[in-house]
């Protein structure tokens, strides 16, 4: 490495530092053309393109950084960070994804649950109920990520598996009530429609074939009664009864 490639990485670095974007740019590229395969260089130019809303060369800089033999979790925090610094949240949520994977990969189930938590309340801004409920249900017992719920000493601290499945089953039967008014307004005008009851009950049924809303019952009194919970557990039950009884 010679004296002015190592004059200018620190200057690069000094400029990152200190907000001087436009110029650790520039350093960067000089850099790169003197040796490409650096990461870290990579790593600089990534913040300088998001700093200055370059955000389809940052996007590509992070893609290139990932693939060399160097990569570490730096080149999928920085995607992160650009994704939602340029208000694209179908990549941001899909890079929060390969985030908690790396993090994963690591063992790092602290971070991991930290970056699932950030996936969780996206979905809650921007009101996408449905991804919230399917983001939720991989915590589950029959969910790729469970162990996460057990993780401690993280700010939030992850939810009770209760707690867990008591919101799913409040989102899912929301969402569910929605779909069924809705249906059942487009059928009862129909020609042999039949009573509105007996539209109803079917479309509840077609809903709840197709939804969670079931087994997220079914999975609470399972959690109450391992847990001993049994004035919970009678509550849940007397609920599925209920629900199924509406089919």
């Not at 907000?19 to 600089?44: Q, R, T, V």
């Not at 949240?89 to 990969?105: C, T």
């Not at 997220?216 to 919970?232: H, I, M, S």
Request: glycine share 4%; net charge negative; aromatic share 8%.
């Amino acid at each position: 490495m010679s004296v002015i490639y190592k004059a200018k990485l620190k200057a690069a670095k000094a400029a990152i530092a200190g907000k001087n974007y436009d110029y650790a740019y520039d350093l960067c590229h000089d850099l790169l053309e003197m040796d490409e395969s650096n990461y870290n260089i990579h790593i600089l130019l990534g913040v300088s393109c998001q700093n200055l809303e370059k955000w389809d060369e940052g996007e590509r800089v992070y893609n290139k950084a990932m693939l060399m033999p160097k990569a570490n979790v730096l080149a999928w925090q920085g995607i992160c960070a650009l994704y939602e610094a340029s208000n694209n949240q179908p990549k941001y949520v899909n890079a929060l994804v390969a985030l908690r994977e790396r993090y994963i990969s690591e063992e790092s189930y602290g971070k991991a649950w930290e970056t699932m938590h950030k996936m969780i309340l996206l979905s809650e801004e921007s009101g996408n109920q449905r991804r919230l409920v399917n983001t939720l249900r991989e915590l589950t017992d029959d969910g790729a990520y469970h162990s996460l719920l057990s993780v401690a000493d993280v700010d939030p601290a992850p939810p009770s598996p209760v707690e867990l499945l008591e919101r799913m089953y409040n989102i899912e039967s929301s969402l569910d009530e929605k779909t069924i008014d809705s249906e059942v307004n487009k059928r009862k005008t129909r020609l042999g429609a039949g009573p509105i009851s007996k539209v109803r009950k079917d479309v509840t049924t077609e809903v709840w074939a197709q939804s969670g809303l079931l087994s997220t019952l079914r999975q609470l009194v399972a959690v109450c009664e391992k847990n001993g919970q049994e004035p919970a557990k009678l509550q849940w039950l007397e609920q599925l009864f209920q629900t199924l009884l509406e089919r």
